[in-house]
């Protein structure tokens, strides 16, 4: 086993967190990590209001006695969800591990704070990790531009910005974006993370809810199956590269760029959602990190983390043939 300040702060056995996906962080999934030894993650706002989160919880409270988290990520729109309720019904029905994202997130964070909650605030950038650090966080997630989703403006990979993290941060982190299995947990333990988050591999098991068509994609593409949109826009998101998010592209190139109510046909949040449920991975937007080049299968959960955690200790283990007690000999010149 791998123990880390993740591992005991969660009462998990891999520090593994499932990330907050929409239409894909659901009870089945949730459940199946948590029962697997990660922490598993239902997303609040793939429930259409807090008493079907409410519902949510305890479907998943009925498929798994482990410890699992709600993910709230605060998004910019003109008609904000109610946040405060999502986060008032999860704290009644007893959840006590957070997953926080976006901006603003003061107000929630003291909220969960307050009621002596576990939050893991998710940051693409070193300054917005200590600003967070200083609301009192927990655990700090570090999103690499690698990431699935929203990677943030300053485009640094997680190389740079884990390493980064170990110079300047004072509280645990975990790594975030463009790791699917043993390796990119042992880099990221390397880098000085305490845990990884996961979320495009999670995609790919099959407790997963979605469509069998789309998990096969995922085995089929390569890790250059991946683009950016909203890059105008400033709110860079990283999708699957298909039809439709290569005329997003197309249309934010034209000369005198873009507005968005040109490109909101097509990326609006049902039609990508119907990606999952009727398989067609052409139909809308969907998420996807470059790890898709990583996978390939789609094993149940347990047998997912049952592999990263042998292969994971493999890995270390080799690491260790490195050393050599020998004097080194300097060379003559």
């Known amino acids: 086993m791998i123990s880390t300040h993740l591992t005991r702060l969660l ?7 499932q990330g907050g996906m929409q239409w894909v962080g659901l009870p089945p999934l949730a459940a199946a990590v948590s029962n697997a030894g990660g922490l598993g993650i239902l997303t609040a ?14 479907e998943t409270r009925k498929l798994t006695s482990n410890n699992f988290g709600v993910n709230l990520t605060l ?11 999502y986060a008032r019904v999860a704290v009644e029905e007893g959840v006590r ?4 994202a976006g901006n603003n997130p003061g107000p929630l964070i003291r909220f969960f704070k307050s009621k002596g909650c576990i939050v893991i605030h998710k940051c693409t950038t070193i300054r917005h990790a200590k600003s967070a650090a200083k609301m009192g966080v927990d655990v700090l997630s570090i999103d690499g531009f690698e990431c699935a989703g929203h990677p943030g403006e300053e485009d640094i990979g997680a190389l740079i910005l884990l390493a980064r993290a170990a110079q300047e941060l004072k509280i645990p982190y975990i790594a975030s974006g463009g790791i699917a299995d043993a390796r990119g947990l042992v880099a990221a ?4 993370a305490c845990g990884v988050n996961m979320g495009t591999r999670f995609m790919c098991t099959v407790e997963s809810p979605i469509h069998q068509n789309i998990k096969d994609k995922i085995i089929a593409s390569s890790e250059q199956d991946t683009t950016h949109i909203f890059r105008t ?11 439709v998010a290569q005329e997003v592209v197309a249309i934010e190139r034209r000369p005198g760029g873009a507005k968005f109510e040109d490109v909101r046909h097509l990326v609006a949040g049902a039609r990508g959602r119907l990606v999952y449920d009727n398989g067609d991975p052409e139909y809308g ?7 898709i080049g990583l996978i390939t299968d789609s094993p149940t959960c347990e047998v997912l983390l049952r592999r990263i955690e042998r292969e994971a200790e493999e890995v270390i283990g080799g690491l260790a043939t490195l050393r050599s007690d020998a004097t080194p000999v300097k060379a003559k010149l």
């Open 11 to 17: 009462d998990i056995r891999v520090p593994i967190v």
């Open 45 to 58: 706002l793939s429930q259409p209001s807090p008493e079907a989160l409410r519902t949510a919880i305890r």
């Open 75 to 85: 998004l910019p729109t003109l008609v904000p969800p109610d946040y405060e309720g």
């Open 97 to 100: 591990v957070f997953e926080t």
């Open 189 to 192: 333990l390397a880098l000085g």
């Open 233 to 243: 826009f400033h709110n860079t998101a990283r999708v699957f590269k298909n039809k």
């Open 285 to 291: 937007i969907w998420s996807a990190s470059g790890v």
